[in-house]
């Protein structure tokens, strides 16, 4: 019967653990949080911030400051987004420091690089 436990961890010829029992930890992190929070904040920013410059420039592909609905709409999104967008670059910075995972930490390089280049690349509203 206690072969089939299933709250003992079964250890085979070699003593190292099953793969079956092992279980990760890192699931409920607060670095995991804090790496899925600035993934999910990160890129809804930088969609919001592009979907809203190439809405304005569809109308005009200048951006010239006129009062029209769509530069109302490039203002009026663009200039938070980019606030947001410019709170986020030291929380990724200090998540890049605390972090251990190497692909978490080109995922947060790759994000913090994109929102900096993007208002330079699209323009700040």
Known sequence: MDENNLYKPSIDRSGSRDSTTRHSTNENSPRSTAFT?????????MLTYTA??????????WLTPRFTEYMRIWWAIGKPMLAVMM???????????RTRS??????ITFLVVTMT???????VP
């Open 87 to 97: 709170l986020l670059v030291p929380i990724g910075i200090v998540l890049l420091l």
């Open 52 to 61: 809203a410059n190439l809405y304005a420039r569809s109308y005009d592909p």
């Open 117 to 123: 280049a993007l208002p330079v690349l699209l323009g």
């Open 102 to 107: 190497t692909s978490r930490r080109l995922i």
């Open 37 to 45: 929070a600035f993934l999910f904040a990160s890129a809804l920013t």
